[in-house]
């Protein structure tokens, strides 16, 4: 599997976060110990800004780790100081969508909801070109599909692929982008990937009346190592938030759940896509 180093910074803050407060000491106190500010090492806690595997080292021994315990740490910081492909992308990724491509690239299962377009990970070329034209333009528009491109090939890894749970709004398959022939393609490429093993595709219609997540898409990701809690990802144009309490993800989970019973089971969801697709062939 993808080593994340969005994944890693994430654990090693939460970590660092958990000895300093079993030590008893404040930021405060830590900080001036670690001859940093408090404002540094509080960013650095919520994984805001990375952390130098050295720093790492001076943290452990002022926390009273050491040994085996103390080197498996460093050696996530050191993970953390890699760059993820995605970076080379930076340049048309904005940096909150970064961090989630970085937490998509280590996840074990994907579970969204989409309510106006197809998921970035099912999305063909020719719809995403689309898809970027008419929501952000044509500066960087083809860098922007191939990072889109790139980030699919989770769903086709080894070791071993995501498992991707999608429900979608019935009128995610009715609103032609692109034209007959981008959203034919489409359809029946999201048809041909809903076969997969890892992919389940649920489709909810209108016939489903008002459903728990009408304010709003999501997507919930979790992660093969327990040390790696799950989080609850929102986007929109311009800002992406992460919510990691357990509370919240519990929540959403219970929504994806509700929204699964509501539409088309896999393999009526697999009729309705071919049927659309066949409309617009």
């Known amino acids: 599997m993808t080593v994340s180093p969005t994944v890693r910074r994430r654990r090693i803050a939460r970590e660092l976060r958990q000895l300093r407060e079993r030590a008893g000491m404040t930021l405060d106190v830590a900080a001036r110990q670690l001859d940093m500010s408090k404002s540094n090492l509080s960013r650095i806690e919520n994984a805001q800004i990375g952390i130098k595997p050295r720093d790492v080292r001076a943290a452990l021994a002022l926390y009273e780790v050491t040994g085996v315990d103390a080197e498996a740490l460093i050696e996530i910081a050191?993970?953390?100081?890699?760059?993820?492909?995605?970076?080379?992308?930076?340049?048309?990724?904005?940096?909150?969508f970064e961090f989630y491509v970085g937490l998509e690239a280590e996840a074990e299962s994907l579970r969204t909801y989409e309510a106006e377009s197809v998921p970035g990970l099912l999305q063909?070329?020719?719809y995403a070109r689309e898809m970027f034209r008419r929501t952000a333009g044509e500066e960087g528009l083809e860098r922007k599909v191939a990072a889109r491109l790139r980030r699919q090939e989770v769903l086709?890894?080894?070791?071993?692929p995501v498992e991707l749970?999608?429900?979608?709004?019935?009128?995610?398959?009715?609103?032609?982008?692109?034209?007959?022939a981008v959203m034919a393609e489409q359809l029946t490429h999201m048809a041909t990937v809903a076969r997969s093993p890892n992919v389940t595709c649920h489709v909810l219609p209108f016939a489903s009346g008002g459903h728990p997540a009408m304010s709003?898409?999501?997507?919930?990701?979790t992660f093969a190592d327990a040390a790696d809690n799950s989080v609850v990802y929102l986007d929109n144009l311009t800002l992406g938030l992460a919510?990691?309490?357990?509370?919240?993800?519990?929540?959403?989970?219970?929504?994806?759940?509700?929204?699964?019973?509501?539409?088309?089971?896999?393999?009526?969801?697999?009729?309705?896509?071919?049927?659309?697709?066949?409309?617009?062939?």
């Open 78 to 96: 050191r993970g953390a100081q890699q760059r993820g492909w995605w970076q080379n992308y930076s340049d048309v990724l904005p940096e909150w």
């Open 243 to 281: 919510l990691e309490e357990a509370g919240h993800v519990r929540g959403y989970t219970l929504v994806h759940e509700e929204l699964c019973r509501m539409a088309l089971d896999p393999a009526a969801s697999l009729a309705r896509l071919e049927e659309a697709a066949r409309h617009f062939a």
């Open 165 to 180: 749970s999608v429900v979608l709004n019935e009128a995610v398959l009715l609103r032609p982008v692109g034209g007959p």
């Open 156 to 160: 086709h890894r080894d070791s071993p």
């Open 216 to 221: 709003t898409p999501y997507v919930i990701i």
């Open 124 to 126: 063909t070329e020719a």
